[in-house]
């Protein structure tokens, strides 16, 4: 099975799976794995892998409009190296604090592979799914796409100081917070623009038209794309960006504008079933782990 093929047996099995967080108690609990021959390209620093590694669980926590409250973290590796693990904690503790979270620590193991998992809890009283969208509501983004994408070109360029930047990026957990009371329906987009429509457009029974001149490209793209369908793919399907995706009232949007402390832009609207861009189909196809 790939991955999706996976998640959908298990959510079958598991009754809380199928958001970017586990809901308990007022809380969310979520966690995730990285590997260094799929998610550290060359030249990926141990500073920007624990920033990296832990900003992709704050994001799930982000997705839900929860505030971040800890992170942990097992690091795996053949050998322990002091001055990459310090790099490590360092970026893993530095990530959590610009969200107000705290890097609580973790467990080392020895591995063939670099590879950390990383689990984050936060705190909710009203957490948003992926399943309240109904037609006539705006879909948005924050910020911009295809950043992570640029970013594993220049590192593939020899970039590498550019490159890691472009890698640390901001999980929006201060813009979830602040669209969790108008928003119906949200999620991140580590699988990419295109595919998470098509998971929100699953979860709420529903469909989405997008207009592409509408969507917050990074600039960046264009320094690495070698065409306009190039930037495209970048923008739409690679993924990795850590931005939300969601949708709301089309009534709420100026107040959504105004909460959000990152920009928000609005990409098209929920229809009633299908996902297009301008008016055609919308490939099912983002970050996939596994074949």
């Known amino acids: 099975m790939n991955e999706r093929s996976a998640l959908s047996m298990l959510g079958g099995l598991v009754g809380g799976a199928g958001d970017d967080a586990a809901v308990v108690d007022g809380h969310v609990l979520t966690t995730d794995m990285l590997h260094e021959s799929t998610d550290f390209p060359a030249g990926t620093t141990r500073y920007t892998a624990g920033w990296r590694a832990v900003g992709a669980s704050l994001s799930d926590v982000a997705a839900m409009g929860a505030a971040a409250t800890a992170a942990v973290a097992v690091y795996g590796a053949p050998e322990f190296d002091r001055d990459a693990l310090d790099a490590f904690v360092r970026g893993a503790m530095d990530v959590c604090r610009g969200v107000g979270a705290e890097y609580v620590g973790g467990d080392l193991d020895s591995h063939p592979e670099f590879t950390v998992a990383t689990t984050v809890l936060g705190t909710t009283a009203d957490p948003v799914f992926r399943s309240g969208a109904s037609s006539g509501e705006a879909v948005c983004v924050t910020g911009t796409l295809g950043r992570s994408g640029a970013a594993v070109r220049l590192f593939e360029a020899g970039d590498i100081v550019r490159a890691n930047e472009l890698f640390r990026f901001e999980p929006r957990v201060a813009a979830g917070r602040a669209l969790a009371a108008h928003a119906t329906a949200m999620m991140d987009s580590s699988d990419g623009l295109a595919r998470s429509l098509h998971q929100l457009a699953e979860a709420s029974d529903c469909g989405f038209a997008v207009d592409s001149d509408a969507v917050p490209v990074a ?17 739409y399907f690679f993924g990795e960006d850590f931005e939300l995706v969601f949708t709301v ?14 920009p928000v832009t609005v990409v098209g609207e929920v229809t009633d079933d299908g996902v297009e861009l301008d008016g055609d189909p919308l490939p099912d196809r983002g970050y996939t782990h596994g074949t």
């Open 219 to 235: 600039d960046v793209v264009a320094d690495v794309a070698a065409d306009d369908a190039d930037a495209r793919e970048l923008g």
């Open 249 to 262: 009232p089309q009534s709420a949007l100026a107040e959504v504008g105004r909460a959000s402390p990152t």
